[in-house]
């Protein structure tokens, strides 16, 4: 999915600026599985504008300048439906997980234990806060995502990171211990 896409899909919920698309992305429903930029979403929203999809306007704000908040058009809403529509082909695409953390753990073994138990530690410590923001969030009665399609998103999202808080958990001491005879049988 390119950037476009992902910002049609966020004025689909609400006039925003390009601020908050961006916070969409970082803090909002998104962060958990779209990662944008101002670099890439400017541009992105120059370019919906331009072709009638979605229409900006300023607004004043006091004592700073006048912020651009964009808006979906009709055409724009047509547009996300029928781009949802053809990337949804029933075809599975793998997802793209990128993590800086798995990459260290497969270095693991060229790292002190100490740093690698307080990364893991810190992941497990992460993942159990992005499960409370999400069940509460599922239980806020003003928050405003409530659509089937929402809440199956938001169950994925439980179960992917209850597996992987889970499985840092149940596996932390046995891989320490792993790295500690595997370091002292190199040594010998």
Known sequence: MDVRTFCLGVL???????YEIKKQAEDGPFSHFYKAGFGSIYPA???????????GRDEAQSGKPDKRVYALTPAGRAVLADTLTDLATGTAVPDDIRSEFLFLMFFAHLMPAHRVARQIDAHIALYRECLAHIEARAKDPDNPLQESGHAFV?????AVYRAFHDYLRDNRDAFLAGLEGGRRNAAE
């Open 12 to 18: 689909s919920l609400g006039d925003s600026t390009g």
């Open 154 to 158: 938001r169950g994925v999202g439980l």
């Open 45 to 55: 929203l120059a370019r919906l504008a331009a072709d009638g999809l979605i229409s």
